[in-house]
């Protein structure tokens, strides 16, 4: 193993307005590098194959345990964690490139503002001022909702659902998957409940759930095996339900 090397094929950009260029790095081989390890160490030897120093390659990363989302990127052609990427499973020249459909700040890191603004404008979370209940004791909740309700909440927003739905992209206002799961989440708990209707309203008007596809593209890619297209199924479900409520509430 000791004259083996890690071949690295990365798609480089210096800025946001700049233009993006491909820059092939090399390393030593030694078991048990992730991508995010590796990278660490092209941090500190920023040497390209042709022999020139290079600024070092940037990129995002925060736990190192695939749950922060942070470090997400295209991993020869497939968006995922790169933390949770492994070396030794990954064809060479293992080629990085930032998540396409979100602007790029430099390098592997990109901008996910849009995704966070998205869970914002459908109020995806679970308010603790009001007139209602909070719950001092925790309501009792069925192991079977409990199971489900917990698949979402590992939601990351790490953005690789969202790169690989057709119809997130710079052209279309759809939201996308991953906000859709959180509305599905925070709608069915007992207090985010409380503004069902909000959400549903909100979900039903432009860049909503009708801009979906079906491509179910997101449940192939999601690191954490969401079941966003149930989400979108029972939000489908839901705002039809809306609909009907609102015609005859007129």
Not at 27 to 45: C, D, F, I, Q
Not at 76 to 105: H, M, W, Y
């Amino acid at each position: 193993m000791a004259d083996r090397e890690i071949h690295f094929k990365i798609r480089r950009q210096d800025g946001p307005a700049g233009d993006p260029y491909w820059e092939e790095l090399k390393m030593p081989y030694s078991p048990a590098h992730n991508v995010v390890s590796a990278l660490m160490y092209l941090r500190e030897h920023p040497i390209n194959v042709a022999g020139q120093r290079v600024a070092p390659v940037v990129w995002d990363c925060n736990c190192m345990e695939e749950v922060c989302g942070a470090c997400s990127m295209l991993i020869n052609g497939v968006p995922r964690q790169s933390c949770a990427a492994l070396i030794d499973d990954l064809e060479q020249p293992i080629v990085l490139e930032p998540l396409t459909k979100f602007p790029v700040i430099r390098d592997l890191m990109v901008e996910r503002e849009r995704m966070f603004a998205a869970l914002l404008k459908t109020k995806a979370w679970v308010p603790m001022e009001g007139s209602w209940d909070i719950h001092v004791h925790a309501p009792l909740i069925a192991p079977q909702e409990q199971a489900v309700r917990y698949s979402f909440s590992r939601c990351m927003t790490c953005g690789c659902c969202m790169e690989a739905c057709p119809q997130f992209n710079d052209s279309s206002p759809f939201i996308g998957p991953a906000p859709l799961g959180q509305v599905s989440l925070h709608n069915s708990h007992p207090t985010g409940k409380f503004f069902n209707a909000e959400r549903l309203h909100t979900i039903m008007g432009k860049g909503g759930i009708t801009d979906c596809g079906n491509a179910q593209n997101c449940i192939q890619v999601c690191p954490k095996d969401i079941p966003l297209t149930d989400a979108i199924a029972k939000l489908g479900r839901q705002t039809t339900t809306q609909w009907l409520k609102d015609i005859f509430a007129k």
